[in-house]
């Protein structure tokens, strides 16, 4: 049949000659065309549209798939007002059946693809391209409703039970990359953060990436702007990397957190840049009874070389939710402006677990209200169901080599009566003060620990320690988590 067609089209001025005479053929002939282009186009796994676009273009990733398609491939409109949540939704479902024959790989060209909320599948990579930008939808019927996370409880607004789908999600996952060449995705927050802050919402707003109970997760190389609350939410993973990623909201719109890992195992997270109303990291683990009942701990994280700018919270906390627990974190190489605190412990009676083996180092700090702050009455709970003699323990914790300029106030740290934070050690930390700086530098409470060639001088709960004559250096670890050793392949559209 494609023969046929071929051979036709080298008459095709005879063709049109004879095109009155032969009405009847010329008839046949176009339903031939038809069946041509159902029968004989080329499937989608070697489809290219624009190659020329596409070509050159390489990026690093934990796999290459061996299928490839574009949004556009089904139905996708990338005008920003049409709806693509049924594209995006169809594309995954086709592209879920090649997870066994080499993964697949979905490219957002450029354009702005407006969508709700769709699940990803494994083995597979989505890519967002330079010029695109992923909107979320505004209209609430495309956020399905899901059970809240079974470590929290509740919904974390604070409002129901429920919660709004994230925008891009998956559950049982293995093997996903979202990455892209500084391609978008807006969460356009504002509709979401006006009814919040007139509690208009009986569901907890959805967050913008949230991966659950899977494995093997990439994320890099693309901007995130306005999320209708948390930006980038691993919960119940192992093996994750969150890498060169941007992230931009208002300063002051609250839980509009940057990256949020959650009771999970083996993370890194590298070279970001954030701009939030809240924590540019929050370091989750659960809440209250359901956090203690569920028992899955973050451990195994490294964060390093972050930039961060929160005027109303910390570049990096550990809690509040850490009913998990919270153990063998790493921070170096961090860059934190006009931020609340550097490294901020949240917990409180009712928490349970611990934050535990905490080693921070080698941060550069301008315009900070707090350098060191540490809180045991973050008593916000999920309900009245919480033991109030499940207490934390803060113990290990290790900050050195850092210096801050205009700063309101060095350190405030506050334990638990009956419950100290203990183990806190802090080297080699210089802090300058603004100019109207608090009279009380150190307010320290139910804590113990030491110190070594810090200024201001410290309270008297954290001491000066030498060792045999010598300063003392805080502990920070040799050795590698696994996730840091993993080399990414050269990958191309």
Not at 22 to 50: D, N, Q, W
Not at 212 to 237: A, E, G, K, M, R
Request: charged share 20%; hydrophobic share 35%.
């Amino acid at each position: 049949m494609c023969y046929f067609i071929s051979k036709l089209k080298e008459d095709i001025p005879l063709f049109f000659l004879c095109y009155f005479k032969y009405l009847k053929m010329i008839r046949l002939v176009f339903g031939i065309l038809v069946l041509f282009a159902i029968f004989c186009f080329p499937t989608i796994e070697s489809r290219s549209h624009h190659p020329s676009v596409y070509s050159g273009i390489e990026f690093p990733a934990l796999n290459c798939r061996k299928h490839k398609a574009v949004i556009t491939d089904f139905g996708g409109v990338g005008d920003g007002k049409t709806s693509n949540t049924k594209a995006f939704r169809t594309a995954l479902s086709k592209l879920s059946d090649l997870a066994s024959d080499g993964g697949a790989q979905l490219v957002v060209p450029p354009g702005k693809w407006l969508t709700g909320s769709f699940n990803l599948t494994s083995h597979f990579t989505l890519f967002i391209q330079k010029g695109a930008t992923i909107l979320a939808s505004q209209d609430e019927s495309e956020w399905p409703v899901v059970a809240p996370l079974p470590s929290y409880g509740k919904g974390r607004d604070g409002t129901g039970t429920g919660r709004f789908n994230s925008l891009i999600s998956g559950t049982n996952l293995t093997d996903v990359v979202i990455t892209g060449n500084n391609g978008t995705i807006n969460g356009q927050g504002q509709y979401w953060w006006d009814k919040f802050k007139k509690k208009q919402f009986n569901l907890t707003r959805p967050y913008m990436i949230e991966l659950l109970f899977s494995q093997n997760i990439q994320i890099s190389n693309i901007t995130l702007v306005d999320s209708p609350s948390w930006h980038i939410h691993p919960v119940y993973c192992n093996n994750v990397i969150v890498k060169s990623i941007t992230i931009i909201a208002p300063v002051d719109v609250p839980n509009t957190d940057g990256i949020n890992p959650d009771s999970c195992t083996n993370t890194l997270i590298e070279d970001c840049d954030i701009v939030s109303g809240d924590d540019c990291i929050a370091v989750k683990s659960g809440w209250d009874e359901y956090g203690i009942k569920f028992g899955m701990p973050t451990q195994q994280l490294s964060i390093r070389r972050l930039t961060c700018i929160s005027p109303k919270s910390a570049g990096v906390a550990l809690g509040s939710e850490m009913s998990g627990g919270i153990k063998d974190v790493r921070i170096e190489d961090v860059t934190l402006i006009n931020t609340e605190s550097s490294v901020r412990i949240k917990t409180a009676a009712g928490r349970g677990a611990y934050v535990k083996d905490i080693y921070a180092r080698r941060f550069t700090m301008k315009t900070m209200k707090y350098v060191f702050w540490m809180s045991g009455n973050y008593n916000q709970h999920p309900d009245e169901g919480y033991d109030p003699k499940a207490l934390p323990e803060v113990s290990n914790i290790n900050f050195s080599d850092m210096t801050a300029e205009n700063v309101t106030m060095s350190a405030s740290l506050a334990g638990i009566d009956k419950d100290p934070f203990t183990g806190i050690c802090i080297s080699n930390v210089n802090i300058t003060l603004s100019a109207k700086p608090k009279e009380v530098q150190w307010n320290c409470t139910d804590v113990a620990g030491v110190t070594s060639r810090v200024k201001p001088e410290p309270c008297s709960l954290l001491p000066e320690k030498k060792t045999e004559g010598k300063n003392m250096d805080c502990m920070f670890p040799s050795d590698l988590i696994p996730i840091e050793s993993v080399v990414l392949k050269k990958c191309s559209l």
